[in-house]
């Protein structure tokens, strides 16, 4: 259970850190200290985070255990989970993993894997990785590391550059922010990780954070991000600095993580990435990394207990990245997928426009020039929000939550004014929600895309 004593709490991560430092062999086993996550321990020796769905104990990796005690602790909370009446997964484990313990699993994607030794000869042998970094430094963007000191100081210009380009990055997304093993926080246990930024005229335009693999001596470079507008190749210069500083130390494994759904994924996962790819380019994540030139790719799993379906453990490890429910998320996403989202909703306006238009004027309306008003009005409305699908203009957003606004507050007077003491049946009840729940709706939804429009065009704080 999840401790609510800041001081307990910290003292609880301090054990897991002491752990990692001698079993974390996972590239993902130094996530299990970020904010967030609760701990199952088994004796002195083992450990396993995990978010809990309300459903399932969602576990990050594997668990924290010398090899031989890793079925044991894994037992350990499967049999937790259940006294607690959750289902028991792991997440982004490996295929040992799954036959030492005796868990089902499915393959959930790749991880590319790089030894820092050989980064040289992947640059001669990749003219584009060249071209990339040169074009980059062309325009002037270079790459430092930056001490932990540096970027745990919140009022220091660099860290303030960082802070504003993670907010922008995460306001340019097509999909709203995802938690559990994704979610942005790279600042806990600094004096753990290694930082790099790149900057461009004094200001910073990328970062990246690693952590530690200890176990193999390696780091994983978890967070890689750039502001929209950085110049091409900035990402390509942020990981060249990191590897020619891990060959500098000696070390021999690198990773960029997860690649999700990549490689031989089941049906379902398959369809589920070549029907989202407008709002997670699996197939760009996965291309991206290959061009970096890994020297091998590591699948990963999702594992279960035997016995239970596979659907379900897909499900649950879905909800473990969408904690506040997968239709908020989906609306959440609607939002930062503005296109999308206002093209359905010019494609709903269009057949409840001739509605409005063909339906008895008397039971529904107070006179034939007040419908005729509303046809209008819609039909302006079509025309907007079309146009706003052809081409995004904020003017043009702000107007159409202007005129939705102006719509919602029309409609619940007409409704409160008139309707309410003309209808009597069910369906005429559905028919007038459905009236007023549209702009409410419509209105939400272009105020919510101002305030995410304002959160990815912060001003950058110029670094160092």
Known sequence: MANSDPTSEQRERERVLALLRRHGSQATSFQVLEPGYQYFFHGEEGCVAYTDTGRAWVAVGAPVAPEHLEREVALGFIGAAQIARRHARFFA???????????????????????????????????????????????????????????????????????????????????????????????????????VVAEQDGHVVGFGACVPVYARGGWFLEDLLRLPDAPNGTAEVLVDTVMRQLDEEGSRYATLGLAPLAGEVNTVLRLTRDYTAALYNFGGVRAFKA?????????????????????????????????????????????????????????????????????????????????????AFDGVLIALLFALVQRWRPWLAALLAGLTTLDAALTLLQVASYNIARISEPWE???????????????????????????????????G
Do not use: C
């Open 93 to 195: 484990v490996d295929e040992g993993f799954a036959e030492r313990t005796g868990l089902h699993a499915t393959h959930i994607g790749e991880q590319p894997l790089w030894d820092p030794a050989d980064w040289q000869d992947t640059l001669r042998a990749s003219r584009s990785l060249r071209e990339q970094l040169r074009r980059a430094r062309a325009k002037g963007v270079t790459a430092r590391l930056v001490p932990a000191e540096e970027i745990a100081d919140e009022q220091g210009r660099v860290r303030r550059g960082v802070d504003a380009l993670i907010e922008r990055w995460l306001g340019s997304r097509p999909m709203s922010e995802m938690k559990f093993m994704v979610h942005v926080h790279p600042f806990s246990f600094p004096k753990e990780r290694r930082y």
């Open 291 to 375: 061009k970096l030139r890994p020297h091998t790719w590591e699948p990963l799993y999702l594992a279960w207990p035997r016995g239970r379906l596979g659907l379900l453990a897909m499900r649950d490890a879905l909800a473990a990245f969408a904690p506040g429910g997968m239709i908020r998320f989906g609306l959440n996403t609607l939002v930062h997928e503005r296109s999308l989202a206002t093209f359905l909703l010019g494609l709903f306006l269009v057949p409840w426009t001739f509605a409005v238009g063909t339906v008895g004027t008397e039971h529904w309306f107070p006179s034939a020039a007040v419908q005729q008003a509303w046809v």
């Open 429 to 463: 009840w559905g028919i007038l929600s459905l009236g007023v729940t549209g702009p409410l709706l419509a209105t939400t939804f272009f105020w919510a895309t101002r305030v995410v429009a304002v959160r990815s065009k912060l001003p950058v704080a110029r670094a």
